[in-house]
């Protein structure tokens, strides 16, 4: 553990090697100096300086544009701050690695909490010494500055690249929504397959365009329009309609308001390619840009509904939005809270002729800001928000636990899904949820678990929580073949038909996916 406090670097001698880190960063996968690379370079600087490695802390695939989900980095400072540490000096290959902070005070005052800890930064492929002398101070500053100006520089070119392409007819990023697909094309236009959800193009000269989804997916995209222009169904009625029936959403969720205005509002189902709609340049504040600034391309997509309808469903949303002051607003969700007892995200969306949460959000602020002038008491949900936060952190840990107890015993499992999917040997799949306990106006303890509706999932392990939702409290492991229903409401006792799923432990599904070698066969029997 350091002990050190002097503000000085730490003598190097000849006698004793000085243990060190190093920490290595790059921001995509196939950048000339890749983590391996930096790490060479470094060591070889530790050899001639006579240091040890004796941690690495890395960062592969993350921008340093700021600290945020850089957690190689985070360890690393966490680690000195809290005094746990075996190394003196941190080596990192030059001034950008450190970060490409836009605030270059940023840079500099995370070196500087190493430096108050006693522990000293090198910059390895760097000409200067960073002994803390007023010429190295200066030029050090000026890297700084320079590492943050070429993120400027390079997010202004990457953007005028992208709005190139955009109005070309080529697709940038994001999911192609329900009824439409991503179809890989080479440079010359031919069709190479379609992406899958995660898939990306591995050659720099394939380009992404949006195709036609499954036919069953088309027709409800059709049947989407069909309700809302000639059935008078409103957004809210025709996602009750499809979550009746079954029909889930692209990412295999329930449809509501907020859904269901996507697919009538979003131009990309007639052919065209809009871009620049949202802006989030440097990892800064998220900006929803004026209709003037949006890059368009038209009719470069094989539509799926005509332009006739489309315009149709357009009207009609013009026609019946109207701009509410903030007192309508505010009034409108104050209604809507005295009804539910509570709001959400999903309540307002859910709710007819409310403007959605985004429109709150952007008008006061935050939800927290109109919740409270509406009367709902923030202190609620700000112990929710942390909750949500909570459980967000810890369900990828269980996912990861689940896969290493698995692997461990011979089987092959893989998360393919951010939503908690497992892939075990090929041969099931398993949808892991969490389920947060509440109270009932009753008093009453309760847990919602929500079934994965995808027909590929074999199994949903409900992992239920605590009365504080801070620990475990069991298991329920529902086959879904059991089950056609997508809700599953439990509660302190369920009686035999949901009690014979439940379980303190997941030994039953690791015995169950352990790989047992098979004794040879006698060559008398072959």
Request: net charge positive.
């Amino acid at each position: 553990m350091n002990t050190m406090n002097n503000q000085s670097d730490p003598p190097l001698t000849d006698d004793c090697e000085l243990p060190v880190a190093i920490y290595v960063r790059m921001s995509t996968d196939h950048q000339k100096y890749s983590t391996e690379n930096q790490a060479k370079i470094i060591r070889s600087y530790a050899d001639q300086h006579n240091m040890t490695v004796i941690e690495t802390f890395s960062d592969s695939g993350k921008s340093g544009l700021n600290l945020k989900g850089r957690s190689g980095l985070q360890e690393l400072i966490g680690r000195i701050e809290d005094n746990q540490t075996m190394f003196q000096a941190i080596l990192v290959y030059d001034v950008s690695r450190w970060g490409r902070f836009q605030d270059a005070d940023e840079s500099a005052y995370y070196e500087y909490i190493c430096k108050r800890a006693g522990i000293s930064v090198h910059y390895c492929a760097e000409q200067f010494d960073n002994d803390g002398s007023p010429v190295s101070t200066i030029v050090k500053s000026v890297k700084r500055a320079m590492a943050g100006e070429y993120s400027r520089e390079l997010s202004v070119k990457v953007f005028a690249g992208q709005c190139r392409l955009i109005e070309l007819g080529y697709r940038q990023g994001g999911p192609p929504g329900y009824g439409l697909r991503r179809m890989l094309i080479d440079e010359t236009g031919k069709q190479k397959g379609i992406l899958a959800k995660g898939q990306h193009k591995s050659f720099q000269t394939d380009r992404v365009i949006l195709v036609p989804g499954p036919e069953e997916e088309i027709k409800i995209v059709n049947r989407i329009y069909r309700l809302f222009v000639d059935g008078n169904k409103n957004e809210t009625e025709i996602a009750q309609i499809l979550n009746n029936e079954g029909i889930p959403t692209d990412i295999n969720r329930l449809w509501n308001n907020g859904t269901i205005r996507q697919v009538l509002t979003n131009e990309k189902y007639i052919g065209n390619n809009v871009f620049n709609r949202t802006s989030y340049k440097l990892k800064k504040r998220r900006v929803i840009n004026s209709p003037d600034s949006w890059i368009r391309a038209d009719n470069v997509y094989e539509a799926i509904i005509t332009h006739k309808i489309f315009e149709q469903a357009r009207r009609i949303i013009e026609e019946r939005k109207c701009v509410l002051s903030d007192e309508e607003m505010i009034l409108l969700l104050s209604e809507l809270f005295k009804k539910q007892g509570y709001l959400s995200g999903n309540i307002i969306n859910g709710a007819t002729n409310l403007p959605s949460n985004n429109s709150y959000r952007h008008r006061f602020g935050s939800l927290l800001n109109a919740y409270k002038l509406a009367g709902y008491q923030p202190d609620k949900n700000y112990r929710y928000i942390q909750l949500n936060s909570h459980l967000r952190k810890f369900h990828p840990v269980i996912l990861d636990n689940i896969v290493s107890h698995i692997s461990s015993l011979g089987a092959c499992a893989k998360i393919i899904s951010q939503h908690g999917i497992l892939d075990v040997s090929g041969e099931f799949r398993i949808s892991v949820v969490i389920a947060r306990h509440y109270t009932t106006s009753a008093g009453n303890s309760r847990w919602q678990v929500q079934l994965n509706a995808s027909s590929n999932v074999d199994i949903t392990i409900a992992v239920r929580m605590d009365t504080d939702n801070q620990e475990i409290k069991d298991y329920y492991i529902f086959p879904h073949m059991d089950f056609s229903n997508k809700y599953i409401k439990l509660a302190k006792n369920n009686g035999i038909n949901l009690d014979r799923y439940r379980f303190n432990s997941l030994d039953c599904l690791f015995y169950n996916s352990e790989r047992i070698p098979l004794m040879e066969v006698p060559q008398w029997l072959q």
